[in-house]
């Protein structure tokens, strides 16, 4: 009398480690330039512009940027791929490199100027490296009569965290002198992506340049993209994003740029990773060929359930027990729902299932 004996697996699958940080500066992000003798306030060839970058692991309060897990730091200025190195304008100090000093009033003639840090991480953990950029903004105002400049505001914050906000708004204010200017203004979005170049077909703007993907209207992302204010829902907020505003302004033509001002807003998602972990109420052995159970992917976010109603996305996939992928189990190799039925039909002495849940 023979005798099979069958066991299954169960994988808790998490979400990658996420990462945040931002740019500190010594100095504040808007330069003065008096046109009548030319000078700069502050001047960045008497007082260095510092910039220093802290990185932290969500849900962590210790910077990581001096720490063995960052390999590599890397300073860009606007959207050159060139790395900038000890010389010239700059210079680069701290542990890692990491820190940025400016010695030179590098806006000169431009209306602001964008620096950005990409900072390699190394999750030990899971032994991928992780990039993750951080950028700091500064605008350069011509100090006279009728000064007009661009000034973007994050009227109710920048953060989003877990399910908390729901949208968060980007706010721009094209201000003449002491006031608001809101005739013959147009508007224009655009969100901080590498990819973009000038041979991209989609997002590229000449305007924004390469580096900036242009914004239209998109359902659960993004609205207001052609208006002074944009709203922006967390789906689209993957950790760090930027966006840029242009406005167009028909009334003036006396800056570099020809009556189009542009200013930069940040925003950060915070929000704890979601853990997934299956249950199972046949426990994880099946005896003789006999056995089923239900297999039931539970959402955690921050300690407490977020998904109980299983409106999110589950996708079950199978393992053989030579831990290749069946690809005849459900269709095209997965089955989707909160519960997945096991039976020993499923279980060839041994399987493991595994569920990507996205919400």
């Known amino acids: 009398m023979s005798k099979a004996q069958g066991q299954f697996t169960i994988i808790d699958y998490n979400d990658a480690l996420t990462l945040t940080g931002y740019i500190g500066s010594n100095l504040a992000k808007t330069q003065m330039f008096n046109p009548d003798n030319g000078t700069y306030n502050p001047d960045w060839t008497k007082t260095n512009l510092v910039l220093t ?99 973007l505001t994050t009227p109710s914050g920048n953060v989003f965290k877990n399910s908390e906000v729901a949208t968060l708004t980007a706010k721009a204010e094209l201000w003449r002198g002491s006031a608001v200017d809101t005739t013959n203004v147009t508007y224009k979005w655009a969100i901080m992506d590498a990819s973009v170049t000038e041979t991209t077909s989609t997002g590229y703007d000449a305007d924004f340049g390469m580096g900036w993907r242009k914004l239209s209207d998109t359902a659960g992302k993004y609205t207001g993209t052609t208006t002074n204010t944009i709203t922006i829902y967390a789906a689209a907020i993957e950790s760090y994003a930027v966006f840029r505003c242009i406005a167009t302004d028909t009334d003036s033509t006396s800056n570099t740029y020809n009556g189009k001002f542009m200013d930069v807003a940040t925003f950060i998602d915070n929000s704890d990773p979601i853990q997934v972990v299956i249950t199972s109420t046949g426990g994880d052995v099946f005896k003789n060929g006999q056995g089923s159970t239900v ?27 030579d831990g290749e992928i069946d690809t005849s189990w459900g269709t095209n190799g997965s089955k989707s729902g909160k519960t997945l039925s096991v039976s020993t039909a499923d279980v060839a002495t041994k399987a493991t299932f595994m569920v990507v849940v996205t919400i």
Not at 127 to 140: D, E, M
Not at 295 to 321: C, F, H, P, R
Request: proline share 2%; net charge neutral; hydrophobic share 35%.
């Open 53 to 151: 970058p802290s990185l932290y692991v969500i849900g962590t309060t210790t910077d990581q940027i001096t720490s063995a897990a960052v390999t590599s730091v890397k300073w860009y200025e606007g959207n050159s791929t060139t790395a900038i190195t000890s010389a010239g304008n700059y210079a680069l100090s701290g542990a890692k490199s990491h820190i940025l000093t400016v010695k030179a009033n590098t806006m000169a003639g431009l209306p602001g100027v964008d620096y950005r840090c990409e900072i390699t991480y190394k999750d030990e953990a899971s032994g991928l490296s992780i990039t993750h950029p951080l950028t700091i903004s500064f605008s350069r105002v011509v100090n006279g009569g009728g000064i007009v400049d661009l000034i």
């Open 295 to 321: 297999l039931t992917a539970v959402v955690y976010q921050a300690g407490a359930e977020i998904d109980a109603s299983g409106k999110g996305t589950y996708t079950w996939t199978k393992y053989n027990k």
